[in-house]
C-alpha cells in the first residue's frame, strides 16, 4: 500500500520561509500529477500548486511568485518551497500524487503550517 509521508511544517513568522517535502513509500506508476493542497476550517481542501508529468506547473494566484513547486521523480519526493509567508497561508498542507489507468488519488497525513507573529 502507497503511503505518502510529509514533512517541513511549523510556526512561522509573517515574511519567513519553510519547505514542506512528501516522498512516497514505495514507486508509484503511471503518475499524471503531483500537487499540494491547503485546508483551512471550514472551508474545502484547495489546490496550491501542482507540477504534471511534463514538467509544467500551476499555482494558486495567491502564491504565485511565493511558492514554489518541483519533484525528484526517481525519488517520488515532492517539494513546496514557501517564501513571504502570510497569515493567509496558515493551514494543513496535503501533498497528492495523482495515477492514472486507473485513475487513483494518493494523499499525504497533512502537515500543519501557520504563520503568526
Known amino acids: 500500500q502507497v503511503q505518502l509521508v510529509e514533512s517541513g511544517g511549523g510556526l512561522v513568522q509573517p515574511g519567513g520561509s519553510l519547505t514542506l517535502s512528501c516522498t512516497g513509500s514505495?514507486?508509484?506508476?503511471?503518475?499524471?500529477?503531483v500537487g499540494w493542497y491547503r485546508q483551512v476550517p471550514g472551508k474545502q481542501r484547495e489546490s496550491v500548486a501542482i507540477?504534471?508529468?511534463?514538467?509544467?506547473?500551476n499555482y494558486a494566484d495567491p502564491v504565485k511568485g511565493r511558492f514554489t513547486i518541483s519533484r525528484e521523480g526517481a525519488k517520488n519526493t515532492v517539494f513546496l518551497q514557501m517564501n513571504s509567508l502570510k497569515a493567509d497561508d496558515t493551514g494543513v498542507y496535503y501533498c497528492?500524487?495523482?495515477?492514472?489507468?486507473?485513475?487513483?488519488?494518493?494523499w499525504g497525513q497533512g502537515t500543519q503550517v501557520t504563520v503568526s507573529s
Open positions: 507540477i504534471s508529468n511534463d514538467g509544467s506547473t
Open positions: 497528492n500524487f495523482r495515477q492514472i489507468l486507473p485513475t487513483i488519488d494518493y
Open positions: 514505495t514507486s508509484i506508476p503511471r503518475i499524471y500529477s
